[in-house]
């Protein structure tokens, strides 16, 4: 348990670490996230990591029965090979925090990435599909896993404003001594804006 709750803090610490430095080189490209469920509240800010085709994101949720969620993660971004140009794909990583209600904390590594695709015939429209999946191996203290699901239908409303509504679910695997469980921190319809600056 020391060794795990060690791990996670040092983590955190690089993930800070690592955020820091990478805002300091904050390409003019990037985007504002905000999403809203009946419970929850969820903001996202991504940019590119200049003359890479990378991006570096970071998030933040809070639910009212789950606490505090935290992730900063990076993506391998560009067209996907098995599109006409109007789909694009992400691959990559993050590191989550959980700094839970009733003294339930953790932090653990999420694998995955997303697919995005834009109507050829109606291109204000664009669907994207994201998924995100840390495993027990690679999750630490009170947190035994991670899964988190997002889908959801865009409209261009502005030339530098999407609004969207869809679903997701994020959700924490938790064991704390002999009681274990899952925490969900979203898990229904959201309805958001994308502001991209």
């Known amino acids: 348990m020391t060794f795990t709750k060690t791990f996670g803090k040092t983590l955190f610490q690089v993930g800070c670490g690592a955020m820091l430095l990478t805002s300091t080189a904050i390409a003019t490209a990037a985007e504002l996230d905000l999403g809203l469920s009946n419970d929850a509240v969820r903001v996202g800010f991504q940019s590119q990591v200049p003359n890479r085709d990378l991006n570096w994101f970071g998030n ?7 606490g505090n ?6 993506l391998a971004k560009g067209r996907s090979n098995a599109s ?14 959980l700094n839970g209600d009733s003294d339930v904390s953790g932090s653990g590594v999420a694998v995955g990435g997303f697919v995005a695709h834009r109507f050829a015939e109606a291109n204000l429209l664009k669907f ?9 191996i690679i999750s630490f203290s009170d947190v035994d896993g991670y899964i988190e699901l997002g889908l959801r239908l865009e409209y261009q409303l ?29 898990d229904g319809l959201v309805v958001g804006f994308l502001l991209s600056f």
Do not use: C, W
């Open 128 to 136: 994207r599909g994201e998924l995100f999946y840390a495993p027990d």
């Open 158 to 186: 502005l030339d530098n404003a999407d609004i969207y509504a869809g679903y997701r679910m994020m959700e924490y695997d938790i064991e704390v001594g002999d009681v274990s469980g899952d925490l969900e921190v979203q």
């Open 60 to 66: 933040y949720a809070h639910a009212e029965d789950a």
């Open 84 to 97: 006409t140009g109007l789909q694009e794909a992400g691959l990559g990583g993050k590191i989550i925090f």
């Open 69 to 74: 969620h935290f992730d900063l993660g990076i």
